[in-house]
Structures are given as structure tokens and as C-alpha cells.
Nanobody, 119 residues
Framework: QVQLVESGGGLVQAGGSLRLSCAAS????????MGWFRRSPGKEREFVAA????????SYADSVKGRFTISRDNAKNTVYLQMNSLKPEDTAVYYC????????????WGQGTQVTVSS
């Protein structure tokens, strides 16, 4: 079992930056992808970004491309989401997620961290 703990959320003005962190512990060797998702009030949870643990290859939602960067630190078992040029519509609870190599979808989730962007 993998455990995920997010940190780094907060309140920022539009145009500002935040960096989220997600520390993974437990059976991390079985994890092949890590991702970030978000949920805004009244909306469905949506994909933000993902990174393949072994190669570092990344993917992004169109809405964050060029503004957000996902990265990893293998030694610390930590994934980061650097968020720049933040917009009010980025306001959401951000969740870190891990996908097991035996799973077809993300199967472990963190508790979430609130990001609020003021206009």
C-alpha cells in the first residue's frame, strides 16, 4: 500500500506562483505513474498533470500547459507541481494520486490541499 501526503497549498493572487509537493511512502516500487488532479466547487474532478516514475515523461491538461510543471525527486519519493501564472479558475482542491503497475487507473489518493487564487 502507498500513502500520499500533499502540502504547499494556500492563497495567492492571480499571476502568482505556488509549488505543491506530494510525498509518497510505503510500497512505492509498485508505482509507475504519479498524477495531480483537482476539483473545483460544483465541478467534477479533473486531470491536471502526470509523470511516469521511471522515465520522467510528463503529460498535462490543455488548461495548464505552459503554466504548470510536474517533476519528481526519486531519492525523496516526492512529486512536485510548480504552478505559475495562476488564474482564479485554478482555484480548487488539488489531489495527488498514484497508479499501481497492476492497475488501469489511479488507485491511491492523497487527502488534498486547497489552492485559492484571488483576482
Amino acid at each position: 500500500q502507498v500513502q500520499l501526503v500533499e502540502s504547499g497549498g494556500g492563497l495567492v493572487q492571480a499571476g502568482g506562483s505556488l509549488r505543491l509537493s506530494c510525498a509518497a511512502s510505503g510500497r512505492t516500487l509498485s508505482t509507475n505513474f504519479m498524477g495531480w488532479f483537482r476539483r473545483s466547487p460544483g465541478k467534477e474532478r479533473e486531470f491536471v498533470a502526470a509523470i511516469k516514475w521511471s522515465t520522467g515523461s510528463t503529460s498535462y491538461a490543455d488548461s495548464v500547459k505552459g503554466r504548470f510543471t510536474i517533476s519528481r525527486d526519486n531519492a525523496k519519493n516526492t512529486v512536485y507541481l510548480q504552478m505559475n501564472s495562476l488564474k482564479p479558475e485554478d482555484t480548487a482542491v488539488y489531489y495527488c494520486a498514484a497508479k499501481n503497475i497492476a492497475s488501469i487507473s489511479y488507485n491511491t489518493w492523497g487527502q488534498g490541499t486547497q489552492v485559492t487564487v484571488s483576482s
